[in-house]
């Protein structure tokens, strides 16, 4: 039987998490506070989803706006090599 259902509850309920940058009422996301914009990124220098970060849809727009601007001016990395992640930080 292949067809078993598939809607098992297993008890993780994604808490519904708030914006980061709607709780600090911001408008616009500066792509020079890189120190920001690294807390949105994985260690290889991904954006992260917005199911993790939480963000609101505007403000993950904004946010990803801003670090493509950020790696752009090469604030941010574009990829991180893992070995080059030990002697950066
Ligand atoms: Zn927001």
Request: hydrophobic residues 35%.
């Amino acid at each position: 039987m292949r067809d078993a259902p598939k809607k098992q509850w297993r008890g993780r309920r994604p808490k519904r998490k708030n914006c980061a940058f709607c709780v600090d009422k911001v408008k616009q996301i500066d792509f020079k506070d890189s120190l920001r914009l690294r807390r949105f990124v994985t260690d290889r220098g991904k954006i992260l989803p917005r199911r993790i970060s939480g963000n609101c849809a505007k403000h993950q727009r904004l946010l990803a706006e801003s670090i493509k601007r950020a790696r752009f001016m090469a604030l941010m990395p574009y990829t991180v090599n893992q070995e080059q992640n030990f002697v950066r930080f």
